[in-house]
């Protein structure tokens, strides 16, 4: 008797055993398919948040989105900053940053603006997104979705990249090809 319940016993591990192997295995083959998926909407990941685009960037503006509770710092690379004037399109190797910072709030939580009626920017970042053009970029992009040679990166606060596609970047750029597939103008330095 006690040795049948000793049996029965280690069966049961043995069969809970086979079924975590089983999970196991699902598992990595959901995570293999996972990764098909990313690799067909042609992901690279090639984007980076540039490390000096605080201290070595051109800041030239600032967005303001009330109804986000943002404030969005926008910089530009050193190359192309000289240029912003001239206007478009932007040279090879040209990174724009968004840096997204947290709002001031007053303590119903609603924004509050300055003398200046600008919303207030606390240092919080909340979220980062770069564009950045590279000779060549673009030939591994759909033909419908392609922005010329740019590519888009999206990241948190901490400069972690978020596992999100970029394929809405794409398509809400892309009607901007006249202006070299960005919004901000260019022409407003804050600095
Ligand atoms: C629904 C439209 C939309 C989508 C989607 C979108 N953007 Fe933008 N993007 C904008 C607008 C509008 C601005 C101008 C700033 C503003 O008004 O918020 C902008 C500005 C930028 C800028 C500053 C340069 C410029 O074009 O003025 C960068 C960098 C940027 N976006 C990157 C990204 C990335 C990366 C993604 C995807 C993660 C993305 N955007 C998705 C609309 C969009």
Redesign the pocket.
Known sequence: MAHAALWNKSREDAVREVISRRMALFYVVAAVLGGGVVAVSAQANR?EVPTDYMTGYVLY?K?D?PDRKII?F?Y?SPQAASLRDAGRPLPNGTV???EDHAAETDASGGVITGSDGRLIATSRITAI???EKRDGWGASIPVERRNGDWD???FDGAGQR?N?S?D??????LP?GA?D??????TRPIN
């Open positions: 984007v503006d967005v989105k969005r926008l530009i724009l940053v968004m997104a770069v564009m888009y990166g999206a978020r999100v970029t809405p970047c794409f398509a809400c750029h901007h202006r597939y960005t919004f901000t103008t260019l």
